[in-house]
């Protein structure tokens, strides 16, 4: 047993500082806790009190306002997760290492862990006990290689981690697409068709980490998306589907933890990605999934070889856990839909729903094969019948008359639908045919005007690949609310606009509107 560390009681203050998802606490220099012989080679403390136990980063401070001697200062994401009042006294030690990090460091020197140790390390990743470094370390060990139990364990443990789903019909249809194609708001007409033929669907999806918006940062301009587990269920027993953020119902928490480390670093490795996404639709319930993965060379996946060994990495852990996992390969070779940002987004599905005559043909069309996919596994839907029924439900009214159902069981949003008020147009510098469109770059620029943060930031997109441009015509408009912004995207777009046209990407012209 190892010895007991001293201890000191101190008063919680909450300090206004959002340290994202990691716990940090503030520590005064004068702190009669804070004694260089104890503190020495320690970088995290624990917090107790009663059964309560918080581990977090240490920061020093020399300004007595900030924290007093006698005070600890918890940061927004500590004083949420300690969840004791201001001007509680607590315990506060240095902390000693999770025990979990032995597996980590075997695992970084080429060891294969087992089931254990890899539910340990998730455990302690849910419960916030990993630093940024230690997380990265697990990651990086785990990229250099990981064996197929591995890969079963990591999912097993995530998907157990937080909230486990369970529904009341034998088959729960769902779909999920890997990302990075801008605009790809598929899922927000999936889901009312699917729905209104009367399968369940409960789609939780993601906010944005790198991209210019998720699925939730797009529903969030329709509907409120912060839904908890009861009120999701009620929801979905009422419309057969839902479209709400995953964090608020805590799937798979520690995918949420890696994944904060994991994309700075740029460590999304095939065995990751499927992890990440297979425990998350493990803890949903479903029991019927569809994998979109688009490929083109500036998607994430750039070929056919690369897409096929990703589809049997999530055919293998689908069968394992016995989930029915359908994988399709789709076009990645340009954007989805003619906006990129939440407001733009929801425009086009709004428009698509609505049968408009203006409406994205591109969206329309891989929506309907896509909901065609989910529901032939309906048993009493004839094989092949899947797209005719799609459509007719989308052609009817009734897709739009189900997802209004389902705007209105989540509740009205809160979010600003109005578009930036500064716009720029980046235009054609000659005359051709757009050959290519660089999806990374655009989704770079749309980030750099804002979105997702401003959701009415973003890109509307008037040229496709194949179209005819001619010398100043628009290719698309840039929408900002402050000029920071609007200029460090004018600029980006000058330099890189993302279009090619007759083979060569030329700095584009651009004009204030």
């Given at each position: 047993m190892s010895p007991e560390l001293p201890h000191s009681q101190l008063k919680i203050r909450r300090v206004r500082l959002d340290t994202g998802r990691e716990n940090v606490v503030v520590l005064s220099r004068q702190s009669k806790a804070l004694r260089a012989e104890i503190f020495r080679g320690f970088s995290r403390v624990e917090l107790r009190q009663g059964d309560k136990v918080l581990l977090a980063t240490l920061l020093i401070t020399d300004d007595d306002t900030l924290v007093s001697p006698d005070e600890i200062g918890l940061s927004e994401p500590a004083f949420h997760r300690f969840a004791q009042g201001a001007g509680t006294h607590v315990t506060v030690r240095p902390a000693s290492p999770p025990e979990s990090l032995e597996a980590v460091r075997a695992k970084i020197h080429g060891r294969t862990l087992s089931q254990a140790e890899i539910g340990a390390i998730i455990n302690d990743l849910a419960h916030y006990r990993y630093s940024d470094m230690e997380i990265a370390a697990f990651l990086i060990g785990s990229a250099s290689f990981i064996t197929s139990d591995e890969l079963l364990a990591l999912t097993g443990a995530m998907?157990?981690?937080?909230?486990?789903?369970?529904?009341p019909t034998p088959v729960v249809v769902d779909k999920h697409c890997i990302g990075g194609i801008p605009g790809n708001r598929t899922s927000m007409v999936v889901v009312p068709i699917v729905a209104a033929h009367g399968l369940p669907i409960p789609k939780t999806s993601s906010r944005a980490i790198t991209s210019p918006a998720g699925t939730a940062d797009t529903m969030e301009v329709l509907a409120r998306v912060n839904v908890g587990v009861e009120e999701m269920k009620a929801i979905v027993s009422?419309?057969?589907?839902?479209?709400?953020?995953g964090g608020h119902v805590n799937l798979s928490p520690a995918d949420d933890v890696l994944i904060s480390v994991e994309r700075p670093l740029s460590l999304d490795t095939r065995e990751q990605m499927v992890a990440s996404i297979m425990s998350k639709k493990i803890a949903a319930g479903s029991t019927h999934l569809l994998i979109d993965i688009p490929v083109g060379p500036t998607a994430k996946v750039s070929s056919g070889v690369e897409a096929m060994r990703l589809r049997k990495l999530f055919e293998?852990?689908?069968?394992?856990f016995g989930r029915s996992v359908e994988v399709i390969m789709t076009d990645g070779s340009q954007p989805i839909g003619n906006g990129i940002g939440p407001v733009l987004e929801a425009n086009d599905v709004m428009a698509v729903l609505g049968n408009d005559k203006d409406a994205p043909r591109d969206l329309r069309e891989k929506s309907l094969r896509l909901a065609?996919?989910?529901l032939e596994y309906d048993p009493k839907l004839r094989g092949g019948a899947g797209y005719a029924r799609a459509r007719e439900l989308l052609d009817s009214g009734a897709a739009l008359k189900q997802m209004q159902k389902i705007i209105d069981a989540q509740g009205p949003s809160t979010c600003s639908n109005e578009l930036g008020p500064l716009s720029f147009d980046v235009k054609a510098a000659h005359d051709g045919i757009v050959s290519a469109i660089d999806c990374l770059r655009l989704n770079r620029l749309a980030r750099t005007a804002g979105a997702p943060l401003d959701k009415?930031?973003?890109?509307?997109?008037?040229?496709?690949i194949g179209d005819r441009v001619e010398q100043g015509e628009p290719l698309y408009r840039v929408y900002?609310?402050?000029?920071?912004?609007?200029?460090?995207a004018a600029d980006a777009a000058t330099g890189e606009s993302g279009y090619v046209v007759n083979g060569?990407?030329?700095p584009?012209?651009?004009?204030?509107s």
């Open positions: 998907a157990q981690a937080g909230t486990q789903l369970v529904w009422a419309c057969n589907g839902c479209l709400i953020w293998f852990v689908g069968d394992r065609a996919h989910l009415g930031a973003g890109i509307r997109l008037f040229k496709k900002t609310f402050d000029r920071p912004e609007h200029d460090l060569h990407e030329a584009q012209g651009k004009s204030a």
